[in-house]
């Protein structure tokens, strides 16, 4: 149902942009994230979107630095990754999250619908 691309590997100050997409049922009456994993550490919470595109939230850690949005296409989430820095190495998963009204985000890691598979992002100094 979703299908995470665009990682590698940068250097600090460098920029990525992550896509997922989404297949099947997943439209605009999901919220959708990204989230990351480090080695030996849980699964937190990065950017989410509504399911309109209209609101975003952000962690503390990222603010400033990423932007999600939905692309072109409906079924497209995207993060752009600007003034990388090496704690942002990461294991990066996009999810979705039916939430009937559209204008609703949603930043917890539990209970999400669907998750994608990881993409791989290494940031080095």
């Known amino acids: 149902q979703l299908q995470a691309s665009g990682g590698g590997s940068v250097q600090v100050g460098g920029s990525l942009r992550l896509s997922c997409e989404a297949t099947?049922?997943?439209?605009?009456?999901?919220?959708m994230g990204w989230f990351r994993q480090a080695p030996g550490r849980e699964r937190e919470f990065v950017a989410s979107?509504?399911?309109?595109?209209?609101?975003?939230a952000y962690a503390d850690s990222v603010k400033g630095r990423f932007i999600i949005s939905r692309g072109n296409a409906e079924n497209t989430l995207l993060l752009q990754m600007d003034v990388l820095k090496p704690e942002d190495t990461a294991v990066y998963y996009c999810?979705?999250?039916?939430?009937?009204?559209?204008?609703?985000?949603?930043?917890?890691?539990?209970?999400?619908?669907?998750w994608g598979n990881g993409t791989q992002v290494t940031v080095s100094s």
């Open positions: 999810g979705a999250k039916f939430i009937p009204n559209s204008n609703n985000y949603y930043t917890g890691v539990a209970g999400m619908d669907y």
């Open positions: 099947g049922r997943i439209r605009s009456r999901y919220a």
């Open positions: 979107i509504s399911g309109n595109g209209h609101r975003t």
